[in-house]
């Protein structure tokens, strides 16, 4: 089965406008993270909540997880054109594997 | 900010030869990982390393790849006989605790051309 599938596939938007991302998972989990990928470079860590968590604010991103749902969601609020970049969704659901999904590109428009 | 270093990062390789991508994790951190990005598709999981062993690997990871730890700061990913499907950003992650639960820091990648 496949685990993380984020939607949209791609988002623009204008700068200061709000940006949703949305994942959507199969299996249960003990954390989901979200990684931002900026064009041919590595991953970055932005957020990890755990599975007994709700909603976590870093900044200006908050994430949501609904568990009963298997979804989780991540804003991005007021956006600049420097968050233009591709967001992934990982589910870690036991050992020590994370499972990406296919990521949404998000394009900022200045 | 600590960081993951990859190198080299970009290799060009002839099918068939072998390759060893190389990574420094950060030097607290006890899980390494491989994971790997086919161009246009998802990130996908290799394998994972504790204590000097490998603790999972997936079904992408087969005999033509190994992983080492040689030293007390290497950790590589040996490719034997590298296909035309090997082609593909391969990422290093490292991370404190297992199941990333203060998530992974990953590296920049080295970008795998097979030809």
């Known amino acids: 089965s496949q685990q993380g599938e984020e939607d949209p596939q791609a988002l623009s938007i204008q700068e200061g406008e709000n940006a949703t991302m949305n994942c959507s998972y199969k299996?249960?989990?003990?954390?989901l993270q979200w990684y931002r990928q900026n064009s041919g470079r590595g991953l970055v860590h932005l957020i990890l909540i755990r599975s007994n968590e709700r909603e976590k604010h870093s900044g200006r991103l908050r994430v949501t997880l609904d568990t009963s749902k298997k979804s989780s969601s991540l804003l991005i609020t007021a956006s600049r054109a420097a968050d233009t970049a591709s967001y992934f969704c990982a589910t870690n659901n036991a050992g020590n594997m994370l499972t990406f999904g296919g990521g949404t590109r998000l394009m900022v428009k200045p | 900010e600590p960081e993951v270093t990859q190198t080299p990062s970009h290799q060009v390789t002839q099918m068939g030869q072998e390759v060893i991508l190389r990574c420094v994790p950060i030097?607290?951190?006890?899980?390494f990982y491989w994971y790997r990005q086919i161009l246009g598709q998802k990130v996908e999981f290799l394998v994972s390393f504790y204590n000097n062993e490998i603790s999972e690997k997936s079904e992408i990871f087969d005999d033509q790849f190994s992983v080492e730890r040689p030293d007390g700061s290497n950790f590589t990913l040996k490719i034997r006989s590298t296909k035309l499907e090997d082609s593909a950003m391969y990422f290093c992650?490292?991370?404190?605790?297992?199941?990333?639960?203060?998530?992974?820091?990953f590296g920049s990648g080295t970008r795998l051309t097979v030809v």
């Open positions: 992650a490292s991370s404190e605790s297992g199941g990333g639960g203060y998530g992974y820091t």
């Open positions: 030097s607290n951190h006890l899980y």
């Open positions: 299996t249960s989990i003990n954390n």
